[in-house]
């Protein structure tokens, strides 16, 4: 199976094809609540009754250096937050609004400290922000604003003019691509091709006016990767808490694609929610993206104090133990051109030539890898450096194995005590 080439984009991508594996933040005075970014939405919330939020936003343990060394300890090597969500609240000193953090007890903007943490650790820096908005006066009241129900608000707000709020919109983009010298990441969400509410009709591209923002885009940032949510093609595709069966492909052609993921099913903070996924299941996610070509954007939902919660910190820990021993079967690799044996994924790395095997589930002591008899010139299990023997069975007595082109490997009995045990062939020239 050839390994897909995506057509070049126009912002510049080899990093994160290389890198593999992000943060993503969602935070904003939805933190408060504590139930789901979406809360005004889920709940109807009026703009008079979400004030309380704002007006007691006060991350006073906000410290994003903090936050950067988790990041980089879980393996991460960039990041992307969210500077403005669909509640129109926004995390940095826009000229264009009073609704921002530094109105908040907050009192300052909080990206500045943030880019400058992630710097400082080496990470990446990316911006996430909200093309829909609850809050501005002239975004529409449509089938999803949280005031939708709420028949008079609706009329008494028919003459909203999305021109109006789309020139915002751009002014906003205009700001955060400015004031923060280089963003490599631009992560806008979200859209809608065409949507009918009834009272109220949305045709994503033209509210955007995406074409002459993406322009705006190349004119500050030239090299800045832009996701595809504004529905004009750009750089890459973001499968939202989705793992798609092969390399994604659109049109028939394969694209760069990104895995946006949860913790636990909410994108900012969620305290009761228990759905917390186990770090092996995220370990083996991010695995089996790099397996098709793409890359892991994992999300935490900061606490309104400005803190990662202990279950977060947690999980970010346990896969930056696994990161420090099989990252090398992570950056630099993608799809392989081999199809791997049952519960199990391959990553490649082209550079090394290297083919990296990932057990989903410990074997019976062998694992035949079809196609690769006569091709593998060195095994290991790479959490150890121990090495593994191998041999091109054919038909031997005691080993009968049905394919000849199978090489066949010999693992210990106990699986090594890691999320995911790997093991690393190279391949001969
Ligand atoms: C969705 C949600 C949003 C979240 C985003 C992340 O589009 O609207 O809350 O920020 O996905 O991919």
């Known amino acids: 199976m050839p390994i897909p080439q995506p057509a070049p984009t126009p912002g510049k991508t080899d990093w994160v094809v290389h890198d593999r594996l992000g943060l993503f933040i969602h935070w904003g005075i939805y933190s408060l609540a504590a ?17 309380k939020y704002f007006d007691h936003f006060d991350p006073d343990l906000y410290d994003p250096r903090q936050w950067a060394r988790a990041a980089k300890g879980a393996g ?42 992630f710097r400082a650790e080496g990470l990446k820096v990316g911006f996430y922000y909200s093309l829909i908005d609850w809050h501005h006066p002239e975004f529409p009241i449509d089938g999803l604003h949280p005031q939708r129900d709420d028949v008079e608000f609706r009329e008494a707000n028919r003459d909203r003019d999305i021109r109006k709020y789309a020139a915002y919109l751009h002014g906003q983009v205009r700001e955060i691509l400015s004031l923060y010298g280089t963003i490599d990441v631009l992560w806008l969400d979200f859209s809608y091709s065409s949507r009918d509410w009834g009272w109220s009709r949305g045709k994503g ?38 793992q798609p069966r092969g390399w994604l492909h659109v049109n028939g052609r394969p694209v760069i694609w990104e895995a946006c993921q949860t913790l636990n099913g909410s994108w900012g903070y969620d305290r009761d929610n228990l759905d917390w996924k186990p770090p092996k299941m995220l370990v083996q996610m991010l695995i089996d993206g790099v397996s098709k070509g793409g890359n892991l954007l994992l999300n935490v ?88 023997r191998f041999s091109d069975f054919t038909q031997h007595d005691r080993y009968p194995t049905s394919d000849p082109n199978a090489l066949t490997l010999q693992l210990p009995i106990r699986q090594p005590d890691v999320e995911v045990p790997v093991i690393e062939l190279f391949l001969k020239e």
């Open 35 to 51: 139930r789901h970014e979406w809360v005004r939405n889920r709940e109807r919330i009026s703009n008079a009754d979400y004030q």
């Open 76 to 117: 991460m090597k960039y990041a992307v937050i969210t500077s403005k969500h669909h509640d129109g609240f926004c995390l940095f000193d826009s000229k264009l609004t009073d609704y921002k953090a530094t109105n908040t007890p907050a009192g300052r903007d909080l990206l500045a400290p943030w880019v400058e943490a």
């Open 205 to 242: 591209k033209e509210d955007w006016q995406s074409e002459r923002l993406i322009e705006l885009v190349r004119e500050l940032q030239p090299d800045v990767i832009v996701n595809n949510r504004t529905e004009v093609e750009q750089d890459f595709h973001t499968p939202e808490q989705f």
């Open 301 to 388: 939902g900061p606490t309104a104090r400005g803190e990662f919660d202990p279950r977060a910190l947690w999980t970010l820990e346990q896969i930056g133990e696994w990161m420090r021993l099989h990252s090398r079967a992570i950056y630099g690799c993608t799809q392989a051109e081999f199809t791997p044996p049952l519960d199990c994924r391959y990553t490649y790395n082209p550079q090394t030539n290297r083919l990296y095997l990932h057990l989903f589930a410990w074997p019976f002591k062998h694992v035949h890898l079809d196609g690769l008899a006569g091709k593998v010139a060195y095994a290991q299990l790479l959490n150890d450096a121990s090495e593994l």
